[in-house]
């Protein structure tokens, strides 16, 4: 079972100073190998307790459990415990606790593929060194980064909470790093004035109604807008509130614009609550909500003579326009439901299209017209 075995005994403490001779408080550690990783066990009175270092370096190993054995003797360290439960059965524990089921369903796929590469093995046998043979052979499965960072994400999320039980010594993403996912992020299409007026005239009502509200109120296409109610939308201040979001801050009233509330109004005027309590419902099943428009919103951008794109960009669209039209990313960020300023969620959003950047170099012209136009009228006078 153990390939190398080096023992040794811990009599004194560098910090201490001070002997610990006696067989009550001595502290005998050993390293021995499982695999590629180095092990430790040591003894505190009569019981042992064993832990991975995490390490393939026999040295840095050694040196992991000399620190281990000090801190024990300087009574700064709680001992985790001696068996850690196994994977499968802890992220199982994980998956329980879990309570929105949403959330609880995009856990268990990354669990599945975590109990795949990992086995049942204990938490307290994943090394980083694991951990990277993970990310490895995911993408050398054609996997894409992001899809590994939320699968890595989970893993750090199951080991942290085994880390505050005192169930592993150590998390071992302290030594991994996530996966760079900038480059094969997938650019948002900024729906220029233009584009938009071409897409309008040939979208039916539904559509229409639809790119109107995202494009005007900013709101999530499936969570928001699809779902959103009629008694939600208050004509008379203008505003609609957001009752169920993707976070907290999510729920908030959005303000509408005009041509937003002349839309809705007419929409109202077909299909009210007379016929839904929703605004977007579903034709066969009037009581409920349309789930996506996957099916017609290809059609309409064709028939437009369009490139696809997600409905979902016409959000990046609206906050774009935001930022070109000078408002603050506090309010840009209060508006679209976010939980903070964060300039790279921000950077997420706001993309800058052809117009954004004409109308940026057309401001710098002007303003190094103005500055020449400043500088002539001035030097006849300092000649002078």
């Not at 990354?110 to 990277?132: C, M, N, W, Y």
Request: proline share 4%.
């Amino acid at each position: 079972m153990l390939n190398e075995h080096y023992s040794f005994y811990w009599v004194t403490s560098p910090f201490l100073n001070r002997f610990l001779w006696s067989s009550e408080r001595a502290m005998r550690g050993s390293l021995y190998r499982r695999g590629k990783i180095w092990w430790m066990a040591y003894y505190v009175g009569a019981k042992q307790y064993c832990e991975s270092t995490l390490s393939t370096n026999k040295l840095l190993a050694q040196k992991i459990l000399n620190l281990r054995i000090a801190e024990i003797i300087e009574r700064r360290f709680q001992l985790p415990k001696s068996n850690a439960p196994r994977l499968e059965q802890f992220c199982q524990e994980f998956l329980d606790s879990t309570s929105h089921p949403n959330t609880r369903k995009r856990y268990a796929t990354s669990v599945a593929k975590l109990q795949t590469h990992f086995g049942d093995i204990r938490l307290s046998e994943i090394s980083p060194e694991g951990i990277d043979e993970f990310k490895e052979a995911r993408l050398a499965a054609k996997v894409r980064t992001a899809t590994v960072n939320r699968d890595l994400a989970v893993l750090r999320r199951i080991l942290n909470i085994a880390g505050r039980k005192r169930l592993i010594s150590a998390n071992p993403f302290g030594e991994v790093e996530m996966l760079e996912e900038c480059k094969q992020r997938r650019q948002p299409h900024i729906l220029t004035v233009k584009e938009e007026e071409q897409l309008l005239a040939v979208a039916p009502d539904l559509i229409r109604v639809l790119v109107i509200l995202i494009l005007d109120t900013g709101l999530r296409s499936g969570r928001e807008a699809l779902a959103l109610k009629w008694e939600d939308v208050d004509f008379a201040d203008q505003s609609i509130q957001i009752r169920q979001s993707k976070t907290i801050a999510g729920i908030r009233n959005a303000p509408m614009s005009n041509r937003c509330k002349t839309e809705l109004l007419r929409w109202r005027k077909q299909l009210g609550p007379e016929y839904s309590e929703y605004v977007f419902a579903n034709p066969q099943r009037p009581e409920t909500h349309l789930k996506d428009v996957r099916r017609a919103w290809p059609k309409v951008l064709k028939a437009a003579g369009l490139q696809f794109f997600w409905l979902y960009d016409l959000r990046h669209t609206f906050a774009s326009r935001l930022t070109q039209a000078g408002v603050s990313p506090l309010f840009v960020s209060q508006i679209m439901g976010h939980s903070g300023t964060n300039a790279n969620l921000l950077h997420t959003y706001v993309k800058a299209n052809d117009e954004f950047r004409r109308s940026a170099i057309s401001k710098l012209e002007t303003y190094r017209e103005a500055q020449c136009a400043q500088s002539k009228s001035q030097r006849p006078q300092m000649i002078q």
